[in-house]
């Protein structure tokens, strides 16, 4: 009898039955729901701003489509399945390619980079609760909620921090935005590095296919959320505060040559 517990016997996710490293380049996501909405949604995005007459919003549109494909329809989308780091991988992808280009192309005024910084970092921690995990692997609705909860407020929070205004109190508070969520992908990271367990038992039997155990694959998503997750924002938290505090200083000495 087999045992519906083990990993295989697990239904298989929204992208599909893990490849092997052999199959990895013929497995796309040829979802035809998704798809269509992504070709309509594009449609209707570059009909909108061809109107507008603005290339450089068109261009961000184009790389928000390209960034969207690559994350859900290429042979990615089925890599997350074997591999955790993938996972990981993927989600640095919508939060530092898709988001930033949607918020290029259409900002959203709602509700700004701290709420943004708030929700993502909520979304962030919930997909590495090992118990929500697994209802995203089970349950399409799960993984596209998830989805849509680290995409909307990345959106948000690029928005805010391309679009806002240049005063010194907003630069101060972007780098502080820049560097909470820093801090957030560092503390997962530090989890995920020195578990001393499998957390996520769904990648218990796939991730040997492309030669990790899934201790080690834990451990590379970890090392994942830290250097290319966490160290970007880290340095851009420190030139946004020390541009602001340059502008500090020089309005302090301006006021001082005033007095």
Known sequence: MIDASAPFARP???????????????????DPVLITLMAVASGVGLWRLRAAADRRRSRALGVATGVAVLAFVSPLCALTVALFAARGLHHLLLIFALAPALALAFPLRWPGAAAGVVALSVALWAWHVPAVYALA??????YWALQGALILPAWAFWSALLHGARSIGARL????QLAALAGQMGL????LTFAPRVLYPEHL?????????????????????WVPGMVPLALAAG??????WA???????????RA
Do not use: K
């Open 173 to 176: 508070g972007a780098g502080l």
């Open 137 to 142: 692997w089970d349950h399409v609705a799960v």
């Open 205 to 225: 039997a796939l991730a040997e296919r492309f030669g990790l155990g899934a201790l080690a694959d834990q451990q590379l998503a970890g090392l994942v959320m």
């Open 12 to 30: 298989d996710p929204y992208c599909g039955p893990a490849p092997w490293p052999e199959t990895l380049l013929a497995a796309w996501n040829l």
């Open 247 to 257: 502008d500090v200083a020089r309005g302090e000495h301006r006021h001082g040559e």
């Open 239 to 244: 030139w946004v505060l020390r541009a602001a």
């Open 188 to 191: 997962i990271g530090a989890i």
